[in-house]
């Protein structure tokens, strides 16, 4: 039952995707391909967006499968950032025609973002840290 479960849930992740990835072909396609710009990036951020999209899920259902929902949790991610990343380098090849620099304010801003994210990682991992400290001495 789970089984089936996961994979009604996959396909209908899989069709939701397809349908999108439809959209964006046919509107892209319909529109004036000189006209619309892109930061430099763009799409590869919308490639590992769908590739997170689809890896989560299925790195669960792998997880509920083999019994190990730890691993699964770990690899669905890692494998969707990678697919994602190859999708979002095949579309910014596609579009480098469309593909424009980073503005100075959006430089900055990316800059700022980069810190704060990296602020905040640093931050969990000690607590993370600290908590599994505290627990192994009880």
Do not use: C
Request: hydrophobic share 55%.
């Amino acid at each position: 039952m789970a089984l089936l479960l996961i994979l009604g849930f996959i396909v209908v992740l899989v069709l939701i995707a397809l349908i999108l990835l439809g959209i964006g072909v046919k509107n892209s396609s319909d529109a004036d391909q000189g006209s619309v710009m892109y930061p430099k990036g763009y799409w590869l951020g919308r490639g590992i967006a769908l590739g997170l999209l689809l890896g989560v899920p299925l790195g669960l259902g792998a997880g509920i499968l083999t019994g190990n929902l730890g691993l699964g949790i770990a690899l669905g991610p890692v494998f969707g950032i990678g697919v994602g990343s190859a999708i979002g380098s095949i579309l910014e090849k596609k579009h480098k025609n469309n593909i424009r620099e980073l503005t100075d304010e959006e430089k900055r801003l990316q800059r700022t973002l980069l810190v704060f994210t990296i602020s905040f990682l640093i931050l969990g991992v000690t607590v993370l840290f600290a908590l599994f400290y505290l627990y192994s001495r009880m």
